[in-house]
């Protein structure tokens, strides 16, 4: 499909040419806009779109340059307002301006007045842009706004750069375990229940000095993959509230429940519950066996749990695929909760990196442990009480896999090793980081590998972390100034 962007930027570059407007220009303000000269079109440099152009606003007559957008927004997305081959524009002009903002700003600090086309367009050309609104107007919240600068920039640069990156934000990751691992300890040691609201530890939390000792019980390690994996489950919209969920229904509470056959149920029924995911139940016909089996276990075990309990409204479920919902994750963690208390989850991954040479190998084996096929209730619903069409073939799939592997498997046990001192696993865990390849990517990824010219390395896992810490840190809150490429392309 054509980039429809491009299309209305060409056809908005000769309108602007042949000064094809249905009315005189204003600007926001009022202010009355004579078009002397309308510029040259530079299509050649990065920079503005019409160079030495002539205006009269009011009383006052302007030469410089003229920047056409698409969206009012587009001046600081694309960086316009930190680079320098901008400081010469004298009107800034934007098909859609929703806050009706009156004014730009060049880096140089100065105040630039702007028009929104759309008042001034005939109405063939309105007709146009309204077929098509959605795909003009889309936010490109991701893109990077050196991107149309930055090609000429040595790769080595750009290469060492998102690399850097991608180790510093394996190390950032491993900092947070090793952070809530050391909570989890001080909880236990002090008999402190996790508080319901969050809040500082004491000064004594930050003055201990924790030794390998403080680790060695089994089930902090345990209840901390049980928060990371459950994080991992809930995606961007439900992580925050699915590790609130695993803190909640935590490892010591589910291990009191014992294990049986009717184990997963029992604990599903706890997790729907806490969660105010369940429906209200009608024993009825209609309301199938599993629901009131969840119902039935629900009697027994609202006796022991007397933790916090959430609402359905603190659940995403708008904009998710089905795959996704926070139903079925929960439903793949429970599974996951029984392979690590009774199925030898940890050990089993810990042998599997201790034994194991051949690092693809390891990545495949490990790969297998965490894709769960679905079964039961599950395989038919995405949510309660309504029968999906098509089939729920996975609670975890290949891709989400992946993510937990990189997101949680590789920083836990780089932590867990590091604790212990098994130095040469702990470098094993870095070196599956840097060679593992993801079978699956994302927007931000995409796009920013796009705007460096590094698409071929979207799938290789240390390049799209890099690319993922570079737009978290730096794209996302507007410190292209502080970047390595946005000093050299602003500048």
């Not at 609201?197 to 930050?206: A, D, N, S």
């Not at 991954?349 to 599950?378: A, C, H, M, Q, T």
């Not at 038919?380 to 999906?388: A, I, P």
Request: net charge neutral; with cysteine.
């Amino acid at each position: 499909m054509e980039d429809v962007a491009k299309v209305y930027e060409s056809e908005l570059y000769s309108i602007w040419s042949r000064q094809d407007f249905t009315a005189k220009l204003k600007t926001i303000t009022g202010d009355e806009i004579e078009i002397l000269d309308s510029g040259s079109l530079d299509e050649e440099s990065a920079g503005p779109d019409f160079k030495q152009a002539r205006i009269r606003i009011g009383n006052f007559t302007f030469v410089g340059d003229i920047e056409i957008d698409k969206d009012y927004s587009d001046w600081k997305k694309h960086g316009h307002n930190i680079d320098n081959k901008y400081n010469s524009v004298v009107l800034h002009a934007s098909l859609f301006n929703k806050n009706l903002q009156p004014y730009v700003y060049t880096k140089d600090g100065r105040k630039v007045p702007t028009i929104v086309l759309t008042d001034f367009l005939h109405e063939s050309i309105l007709k146009k842009i309204k077929s098509s609104q959605i795909e003009i107007a889309e936010d490109n919240d991701s893109k990077l706004r050196c991107s149309h600068l930055n090609r000429d920039i040595n790769f080595s640069i750009k290469n060492d750069l998102i690399l850097h990156f991608g180790v510093d934000r394996f190390k950032k990751k491993c900092e947070r375990v090793y952070e809530r691992l050391k909570e989890l300890a001080f909880l236990k040691q002090n008999k402190i229940n996790e508080p319901v609201i969050r809040y500082e530890l004491t000064p004594e939390f930050k003055d201990r000095i924790f030794t390998p000792d403080d680790f060695k019980d089994k089930i902090l390690w345990q209840q901390l993959f049980h928060e990371m994996v459950f994080e991992a489950l809930g995606y961007s919209k439900n992580k925050s509230i699915m590790q609130k969920l695993a803190q909640s229904v935590d490892i010591e509470l589910i291990t009191r429940l014992g294990h049986d056959s009717n184990f997963i149920v029992r604990i599903e029924s706890l997790f729907f519950h806490v969660a105010g995911l369940m429906p209200e139940i009608k024993l009825n016909s209609d309301t199938s066996d599993y629901v009131k089996k969840l119902a039935e276990e629900w009697k027994i075990l609202q006796r022991v749990y007397d933790g916090e309990k959430y609402d359905e409204t603190q659940w995403h479920f708008f904009k998710l695929r089905p795959q996704n919902f926070p139903t079925v994750r929960i439903a793949g963690g429970a599974r996951f909760i029984e392979s690590l208390l009774y199925g030898g989850l940890i050990e089993n991954i810990i042998k599997k990196i201790d034994e194991i040479r051949n690092p693809k190998v390891l990545i495949n084996s490990l790969r297998s442990l965490f894709v769960i096929p679905s079964d039961g209730y599950w395989q038919k619903h995405f949510v309660f009480e309504e029968k999906s069409e098509s089939e729920v073939k996975y609670f975890v799939g290949a891709s989400r896999a992946d993510e937990i592997l990189v997101n949680v498997i590789l920083p836990f046990f780089s932590v867990y090793f590091d604790v212990f001192g098994k130095t040469e696993l702990s470098k094993k865990i870095l070196k599956i980081y840097n060679i593992y390849q993801q079978k699956s990517d994302n927007k931000i990824v995409r796009d920013v590998a796009e705007g460096l010219g590094m698409s071929e390395y979207i799938k290789h896992t240390v390049y799209s972390q890099g690319m993922i810490e570079l737009f978290r840190s730096y794209c996302s809150k507007n410190k292209c100034l502080e970047c390595e490429i946005g000093k050299i392309v602003f500048n």
